[in-house]
């Protein structure tokens, strides 16, 4: 069993920065995907980035290129993204996930995670 729990969130003046980390307990394979998402109230929730087979596919959300970076650090099983240049649109919920059966094509979408951790919020400021 996969669980994983989010730390780093919190209030941030646009353009700012934060790091959030996601520390997993149990074992996950480098085959698993892993990947960021946000919830803003009244959205959906939306792919921001994932990593798929160790590192070597790393995709991300359009709105978010050049700003995140996501990261895995396999000696300590935790899972970060790194957010610069925040703006009032990054405000959300983040949570990481995990899966097993996911794939490239299916990297960035919520549907194919089956481990979630509770979330952590970010609120951007202008």
């Known amino acids: 069993q996969v669980q994983l729990v989010e730390s780093g969130g919190g209030s941030v003046q646009a353009g700012g920065s934060l790091r959030l980390s996601c520390a997993a307990s149990g074992y996950i394979p480098r085959s698993y995907c892993l990947g960021w998402f946000r919830q803003a109230p009244g959205k959906g929730r939306e792919g921001v980035a994932a990593v798929y087979s160790g590192g070597g596919t790393i995709r991300y959300a359009d709105s978010v290129k050049g700003r995140f970076t996501i990261s895995r650090n396999n000696a300590v099983n935790t899972l970060y993204l790194q957010m610069n240049s925040l703006n009032p649109e990054d405000t959300a919920t983040y949570y990481c996930?995990?899966?097993?059966?996911?794939?490239?094509?299916?990297?960035?979408?919520?549907?194919?995670?089956?481990?979630w951790g509770q979330g952590t919020h970010v609120t951007v400021s202008s």
């Open positions: 996930a995990a899966d097993r059966r996911c794939t490239i094509a299916t990297m960035m979408s919520p549907y194919e995670y089956s481990y």
